[in-house]
Structure formats: structure tokens, C-alpha cells
């Protein structure tokens, strides 16, 4: 394969290998598998070069079938502009709602942080996170706010929001399972090497001599460095996400914690004389790190278990309009129900929304939601849940909750 120079009347907008935009007098031109093609410059011309002298010329097949899907990715983050009637929905009033997908969430702060600093926008009416399956609902004014600055707002204090899709959550969650294993791993390896260089100083009778003991510490310094810096960096950049948002959350202290104790170690190393506290810093961090993972991975079971009954909510409800003067029925969307509505349960329906039974006697199933195999008797004024199975008569309920997370 040869490049020349060569100049062309009309040259193609992008790279054949970056994908960036041509300059506009790009005369960089190059054979591939017979097909001549045009480069942004002699790099990527060297540069398909090496990949089709290596025979991996399908290298740019394969990409080409996973371009598409990778523009779809990113027209639900970026273009959310242009994606408004799919990401959010009327709910009357005008009033828009929308599910968002929330990423960097680490505990209940975090939740408490967001709703706060949400309602303090512009447009928002109401705003609520749910921990366990990372999912927010947002009503909002649609004169005032849109889906694409919801999301900026989201990411003016630190966290990253997505309109919810339920592969995205699965993924996020790996990542973030990962991510935190790593994390904890090199801090419980780190606790391990520093206690072994300070149980000298704890047992020993006589004291360990100064020279041996110097040494000890700037080993110690060295191996607490990356925990500090790797480790414990979620705690720094969530105690700064919440100083910034004026609203501090239990980051704030275990970083000042962590770094307290850091620097003054440190400081006490440099100088040889003082007392470091490189063991407690390491094994702070890395029982902290433990406890969010083991957090984390109930979490995780709990948003499973939320996400497999919301994919048994039945889609369609039965309304009785004028409920109980008149007996009229209505078929609408689950997501269009209202609190205070009387819906009619078929046997062996799933309820759509948390609500009271107010006509009827039957037994409902709730094991998806409570655990308990057998069904529970319902009868006129007790309460009934969200997708709990009704098994024996029809039912008339009044709704007293919808759409919950």
C-alpha cells in the first residue's frame, strides 16, 4: 500500500481511520484492500498502515457495525435535546416527568444531596431518588426546565444522570462493582504491609531504635501514599461534591479524617520526631471501602428485586369513572393513574398501584414483594401493593400511590 500526497476536487468530511473531520485542503490519501481512501493526515495514514500490514484490516469492518450503535448511546446522554417527547411524558398540568438513571451514588447523602439540590432549580416541582435501583423521577414545569438541563444540573454537583434504560443500570453497576473491589483490595493489602511494620513498635518491650524505626515510617509512608490517593479518593471528591453544593454529607468527615491524619504522619516522618499513624489511616480506609462493598452488593439484590416487579406491572388498568355512582370502565395506561382513582382487579391480575380496597373479598399473593408464599385474605379497607397478584375474585380499588420507584 502506497500514500501520496495527492490532491482531490472534492475531499471526504472524516478520517477513514480517526473518524475527525477532514481539513479542508487534506491531501493524504492511501490504498486499502484495494479501495483508495482519505486521511486527515500522514499519523493515521501510518497508522492503517501498520494495522493492514498485520492483517487486521477487519479491524475497520468491525467498527463500522459498532459505529450505530455507539450514536444511539449517545443520543440518550448529549442529544437528549432532540429526544424530549422520549425521555419524559405529560402528566397534565403542564408537567413533564421523567426517570433518570443516576451514576456515583454511594450512599444515603448522596440521595438526600441530589433531591435537595434539585428542588433548588428552576422548573422542578418534585424530585426523588431511589437508592437501591439508582433511579431518580423528576416532575418539571415545561416552560422552565427540559430533560437536557435536568442533566446538567445533575452534573454540576458531581454525578452523572442518564434517562433510564435498565441495561445501562446492569452496566453501571458491574462497573462500579469493580471499581470498588479494586479499591478495597489495595487498601486491605496496603493495611496489611504498614500494621506489619507497626506491631514492632506495639509489642516491643525496649522500643525499636531510632534509625530501624525511621525506616519503618518512610515505608510505611510509601505504601499509604497510593491507598490515600487511590483508595480514599471517593471520600475527597464526595466531600467536595457536597461543600460545593452547600451540603456537606458524611464524606466531609472521613476525609478530614483520612487527611488529618496523613499529613500529620507525614510531616511527623519528615522531621523524625512525632508519632504517624500510617496503620490507622490504611485500615480506616479500608474497613470504610469493605463496609460500601458489602453495601453495595445488597443494594444491588434489593434494585433487582425492585426492577424484576416492575417488569411484572401489568401495562393497563381498568378505571371506574364515577366510582361508585356510576359503573363505567375505562382501559388506561398504568402511568396514567391517579391517586384517589377506583380500579377494578381482575382474578389473577397484578395490582398496578398501591391502593386500598374499598368493594370485594379475595386473597392476594405478595410473595414477589414480601417473601411470604401464602396468599394474604384482603377484605374492604385493607391496604394491597403494587404488584401483588390478585388470586381469587375481582377487587375495586382506590388508588393512594403510583409510580413508585
Known amino acids: 500500500m502506497a500514500s501520496t500526497p495527492a490532491r482531490a476536487a472534492s475531499v471526504p468530511a472524516r478520517c477513514f481511520h480517526c473518524g475527525e473531520a477532514n481539513p479542508p485542503r487534506s491531501n493524504w490519501r492511501a490504498d486499502i484492500d484495494g479501495k483508495s481512501e482519505r486521511f486527515c493526515c500522514a499519523g493515521c495514514v501510518a497508522v492503517a498502515q501498520t494495522i493492514r500490514a498485520a492483517g487486521l484490516s477487519s479491524f475497520y469492518a468491525l467498527r463500522e457495525q459498532a459505529e450505530p450503535r455507539a450514536r444511539n448511546e449517545a443520543r440518550t446522554g448529549s442529544d437528549v435535546e432532540r429526544a424530549n417527547d422520549d425521555v419524559a411524558r405529560d402528566v397534565g398540568n403542564g408537567l413533564r416527568e421523567m426517570s433518570l438513571l443516576l451514576d456515583g451514588l454511594h450512599c444515603g447523602a448522596c440521595v438526600w444531596l441530589i433531591e435537595t439540590w434539585l428542588m433548588r432549580q428552576r422548573g422542578i416541582r418534585e424530585a426523588s431518588v431511589n437508592f437501591a435501583t439508582r433511579r431518580a423521577r423528576v416532575r418539571f414545569a415545561a416552560e422552565d426546565a427540559s430533560p437536557a438541563s435536568i442533566l446538567r444540573d445533575v452534573e454540576r454537583i458531581g454525578y452523572r444522570a442518564y434517562p433510564y434504560d435498565p441495561a445501562r443500570r446492569e452496566t453501571l453497576a458491574r462497573r462500579e462493582s469493580r471499581a470498588l473491589l479494586l479499591r478495597m483490595a489495595l487498601a486491605l493489602l496496603g493495611m496489611m504491609q504498614v500494621m506489619m511494620f507497626a506491631v514492632p513498635a506495639y509489642i516491643s518491650v525496649d522500643g525499636v531504635d531510632a534509625e530501624y524505626q525511621a ?7 510509601v505504601i ?3 491507598v490515600v490517593l487511590y483508595c480514599g479518593a471517593p471520600f475527597f471528591t464526595g466531600a467536595w461534591r457536597g461543600l460545593r453544593a452547600c451540603r456537606p454529607g458524611m464524606d466531609v468527615p472521613i476525609a478530614l479524617a483520612v487527611a488529618g491524619a496523613f499529613v500529620w504522619s507525614a510531616w511527623t516522618t519528615i522531621v523524625g520526631r512525632g508519632d ?8 480506616f480506609i479500608a474497613l470504610v471501602q469493605l463496609a460500601r462493598f458489602v453495601e453495595l452488593q445488597v443494594r444491588a439484590k434489593a434494585g433487582d428485586a425492585l426492577e424484576s416487579i416492575a417488569r411484572e406491572m401489568p401495562p393497563s388498568a381498568h378505571v371506574l369513572e364515577g366510582y361508585p355512582q356510576t359503573a363505567s370502565e375505562r382501559i388506561v395506561t398504568a402511568t ?20 386500598v380496597v374499598v368493594e370485594g373479598r379475595s386473597s392476594v399473593e405478595e410473595a414477589v414483594l414480601t417473601g411470604e408464599s401464602w396468599p394474604r385474605a384482603k377484605t374492604k ?5 403494587a404488584g401483588s397478584v390478585n388470586r381469587e375474585s375481582p377487587l375495586v380499588v382506590r388508588v393512594t400511590a403510583v409510580d413508585q420507584l
Not at 504517624?276 to 485500615?283: E, G, I, P, R, W
Open 381 to 385: 379497607g385493607d391496604r394491597v401493593m
Open 276 to 283: 504517624v499513624y500510617f496503620d490507622s489511616v490504611t485500615m
Open 336 to 355: 396514567e393513574l391517579r391517586v384517589g382513582d377506583c380500579i377494578r382487579v381482575e382474578s389473577g391480575a397484578p395490582l398496578p398501584a398501591d391502593g
Open 224 to 226: 499509604t501514599l497510593p
Open 215 to 221: 525506616l519503618m515510617n518512610w515505608a510505611s509512608l
